[in-house]
T-cell receptor
Framework: KAGVTQTPRYLIKTRGQQVTLSCSPI?????VSWYQQTPGQGLQFLFE???????NKGNFPGRFSGRQFSNSRSEMNVSTLELGDSALYLC?????????????FGNGTRLTVT | DAKTTQPPSMDCAEGRAANLPCNHS???????VYWYRQIHSQGPQYIIH???NNETNEMASLIITEDRKSSTLILPHATLRDTAVYYC???????????FGAGTTVTVRA
């Protein structure tokens, strides 16, 4: 079974631009979560989608948004990029968002903002 | 979420068993113990999870003490590819997200 696929693998953007990251979950998984990982802050939760609805949201500004499509694929968008947005963005999928189903992560998109 | 305590680092000889300890003394009855690992530049990889019984899969074994205040992840035959940061996480069965601590950096040496 194919794992979680994230594209692109690397991105370089300049301040003020916007970026869209894509995530394809494991087949059959309906919950998709996004995380930001930085050396200083560790892994931080962005948001979680289930059946095209955002169910939970972390403490990030409105510049960070996402959506989920009917096939469970998800996209994350960051507008008006700042230098501090440079990070590894990870997508994780699970059968359900809770009920102890393990999250399975992709290898992330490494975003560098210059 | 209950917090976990792990040693910051440990070494292991290739081919030997690696035993990774984790303390979670404030764990509640509805919280599971999860283990993930992260190899440099990759996403976290799910290893195993359990509630109160010991668990085993193709990657590892999870031993949870009877009082559930600590657990041990066992990699039965460590290889160089097992070098990674290992995270022990306590997660309520209804939690939608994971919170990672600092983890244990495991270095497997030839």
């Amino acid at each position: 079974k194919a794992g979680v696929t994230q594209t692109p693998r690397y991105l370089i953007k300049t301040r003020g631009q916007q970026v869209t990251l894509s995530c394809s979950p494991i087949s059959g998984h309906r919950s998709v979560s996004w995380y930001q990982q930085t050396p200083g802050q560790g892994l931080q939760f962005l948001f979680e989608y289930f059946s095209e609805t955002q169910r939970n949201k972390g403490n990030f500004p409105g510049r960070f948004s996402g959506r989920q499509f009917s096939n469970s694929r998800s996209e994350m968008n960051v507008s008006t990029l700042e230098l501090g947005d440079s990070a590894l963005y990870l997508c994780a999928s699970s059968l359900e968002g809770a009920q102890a189903s393990p999250l399975h992560f992709g290898n992330g998109t490494r975003l560098t903002v210059t | 979420d209950a917090k976990t305590t792990q040693p910051p680092s440990m070494d292991c000889a290739e081919g030997r068993a690696a035993n990774l300890p984790c303390n979670h003394s404030t764990i509640s009855g509805n919280e599971y113990v999860y283990w993930y690992r992260q190899i440099h530049s990759q996403g976290p990889q799910y290893i195993i999870h359990g509630l109160k019984n010991n668990e085993t899969n193709e990657m590892a074994s999870l031993i949870i003490t009877e009082d559930r205040k600590s657990s041990t992840l066992i990699l039965p035959h460590a290889t160089l590819r097992d070098t990674a940061v290992y995270y022990c996480i306590v997660r309520h069965f209804n939690d939608y997200k994971l919170s990672f601590g600092a983890g244990t950096t495991v270095t497997v040496r030839a």
